[in-house]
């Protein structure tokens, strides 16, 4: 009689640490799934949001920084979504506010475009709807301006990955580049 109280006590006692157990494996797969939606949006982003995430990412000598971090975006076909960055002017010797400008070219080649999604390079580009290039952006020294470039993807686009990279002058010349990547995915 003993032994059967306490199997039924030991079983109870197994079945409700694997229902907590499971509770508590649902709850975190719920909230990290929230998390890593939240954090890629650039489009869902207000300018203060998004120059608060650049600000994190700046090092104490970058000139130029992309946001996401991890300089992938993935935007599926029919939706419009993009890419965040911010230049900082590190220029030395040299006090005030100087004038810089960006431009978003597509960093494969059109051969390399050719093979792995069939466009070219005129057509990658189209599919930037904002901020394709800036000129006249004033920056005082050691302060940090940020930028977004939209994408909208259109119904039939190649299902691939293109990067495209961003170049920026100072007053003309070559101050900064650097690149992200656009993972197109079906709708």
């Known amino acids: 009689m003993k032994n059967k109280k306490a199997a039924m006590e030991m079983s109870m006692g197994t079945i409700v640490t ?11 797969i719920f909230f990290i799934q ?12 207000t300018d203060q949001q998004l120059r608060n ?8 000598e970058s000139k130029l920084s992309v946001y996401p971090g991890t300089r992938l975006i993935e935007i599926k076909q029919e939706t419009t979504d993009g890419v965040g960055f911010g230049i900082r002017n590190l220029l030395t010797g040299q006090a005030g506010t100087k004038t810089f400008s960006y431009e978003i070219v597509v960093a494969d080649s059109d051969a390399d475009l050719n093979t792995k999604c069939g466009i070219d390079k005129e057509t990658a580009l189209s599919w930037i709807v904002t901020g394709k290039s800036e000129s006249s ?5 050691g302060d940090y301006s940020t930028q977004k470039v939209l994408f909208e993807i ?6 691939c990955t293109i990067r495209y990279r961003v170049n920026v002058n100072a007053e003309g010349t070559a101050y900064a580049t650097d690149f992200f990547d656009i993972k197109i995915k079906a709708k």
């Not at 995430?53 to 104490?60: A, T």
């Open 18 to 28: 694997i229902v907590l157990l499971v509770s508590v494996l649902v709850m975190g």
């Open 154 to 159: 259109p119904t039939g686009s190649p299902l």
């Open 53 to 60: 995430e650049i600000n994190k990412l700046f090092s104490e």
């Open 34 to 45: 929230r998390i890593s939606k939240s954090a890629t949006g650039v489009i869902d982003l």
């Open 137 to 141: 952006i004033p920056i005082p020294s």
